[in-house]
């Protein structure tokens, strides 16, 4: 049982550069969620999701973008990197609101 | 929204000893309570969780303690253990999908 797969584990761009972080999970879980750790923090949710076709911000959206066109998927966007997006971030998914969020290994992300 | 703070930043036990970390939180409307481990490299991984309806939890050698009139809860770990050691995190959650609201981490070392 893979559980949430994130990728890639690594990876440097450059300022002004686009990427996107890839999430999948196999539980069949309907909610999922993105946060960003910076180096001693603890994590900051980005972006949620509840079910295939609705997202929602969390705390820092702003530089970011999702989509969930599946209940397996819910890869996030950075459309213009800048330094400050440099940063770990780790995907999660839930099988409901009574039900613990299982995190993936994350994707260690350097803007240079 | 919600803050949550987690005393201390980081803690160091001899072997055998037991570990106590707490952390509060602001938003009343908060309801479940879980705590991570984090191994480098690693993403979280959920130790014990509490709701809001229960005062106190125990797994094994873990146990959780929630004081809602005062907004604080704590995790106890007995017996410690080498592999113990790690970054642990509390969290928060509230809102329809549960989002969670992150403390800052404890580094506990268990000394041999």
Redesign the interface.
Known sequence: NAG?TQTPKFRILKIGQSMTLQCTQDMNHN?M?W?RQDP??????IY?S?GAGIT?K??VPNGYNVSRSTTEDFPLRLELAAPSQTSVY?C?S?GG?NQ???????TRLSIL | ?EN?E?HPSTLSVQEGDSAVIKCTYSDSASNYF?W?KQEL??????II?IRSNVGEKKDQRIAVTLNKTAKHFSLHITETQPEDSAVY?C?AASG??????????TQLTVLP
């Open positions: 949430v909610y969620y946060y001693g923090m603890g994590l900051k949710l949620y509840v929602d969390g705390e780790f999660a839930s609101n613990p969020q299982h995190f993936g290994d994350g | 929204g949550v987690q879980p991570y490299g690693k993403g979280p991984q959920l969780d995190f969290a329809s999908a549960r989002q969670l609201t992150f403390g800052s981490g």
